[in-house]
Antibody
Framework: QVQLQESGPGLVKPSETLSLTCSVS??????????WSWIRQPPGKGLEWIGY???????NYNPSLKSRVTILVDTSENQFFLNLRSVTAADTAVYYC?????????????WGQGTLVTVSS | EIVMTQSPATLSVSPGERATLSCRASQSVSSNLAWYQQKPGQAPRLLIYGASTRATGIPARFSGIGSGTEFILTISSLQSEDFVVYYC?????????FGPGTKVDIK
């Protein structure tokens, strides 16, 4: 069974960098078949796909966040990471890591439980 | 960016009855449409992809239909655990985008 687990600070100050880790078990982030993704959900609101990793290192980002986002991978630890720079209160959200099918099918079949990140001084 | 809309925002249905949820795309997404269920405090759960293919382990009471810009999710006989929020998502164009959700509550 594939499992994903987010970890990282729950509180980030405005203008700083939000950094999260997704630890994966039951599958390999080196697998070329899937899109290893970050998705977020502001409290009480809808979902936004931040970006994804594929083919062990290639990335694609939502244009609305592209200037501030980096997704990285550590295949030896079977983890991938989210860095979101220059955060504001609008970046307060539950952040999920997820696995999507790949081959241009961005349907996410396995998700982490999510981690709430609050941006506040 | 493709904008997804869902209707109604809230749907009131009695247990055991059928629920019909609608999703519309601002331009054609072919059949590249997924549906998710989200319970309070949990991550979304994939129900349907390819507009009509049930994901692994999803009960047969969930079905999807549609193509282009108009899509329907039907829950044939609502169980107590089905009274939660449902989202549609298009993945025809990047960025993939989600609808605002439909909350199904008990009538």
């Amino acid at each position: 069974q594939v499992q994903l687990q987010e970890s990282g600070p729950g509180l980030v100050k405005p203008s700083e960098t939000l950094s999260l880790t997704c630890s994966v078990s039951g599958d390999s982030v080196s697998s070329g078949s899937y899109y290893w993704s970050w998705i977020r959900q502001p409290p009480g609101k809808g979902l936004e796909w931040i970006g994804y990793l594929y083919h062990s290192g290639s990335t694609n980002y939502n244009p609305s966040l592209k200037s501030r986002v980096t997704i990285l991978v550590d295949t030896s630890e079977n983890q991938f990471f989210l860095n979101l720079r220059s955060v504001t209160a609008a970046d307060t959200a539950v952040y999920y890591c997820a696995r999507a099918y790949g081959d241009y099918v961005w349907a996410a079949d396995f998700w982490g439980q999510g981690t709430l990140v609050t941006v506040s001084s | 960016e493709i904008v997804m809309t869902q209707s109604p925002a809230t749907l009131s249905v009695s247990p055991g009855e059928r629920a019909t949820l609608s999703c519309r795309a601002s331009q054609s997404v072919s059949s590249n449409l997924a549906w998710y269920q989200q319970k309070p405090g949990q991550a979304p759960r994939l129900l349907i992809y390819g507009a009509s293919t049930r994901a692994t382990g999803i009960p047969a009471r969930f079905s999807g239909i549609g193509s282009g810009t108009e899509f329907i999710l039907t829950i044939s006989s609502l169980q107590s655990e089905d009274f939660v929020v449902y989202y549609c998502q298009q993945y025809n164009n990047w960025p993939s985008t989600f609808g605002p959700g439909t909350k199904v509550d008990i009538k």
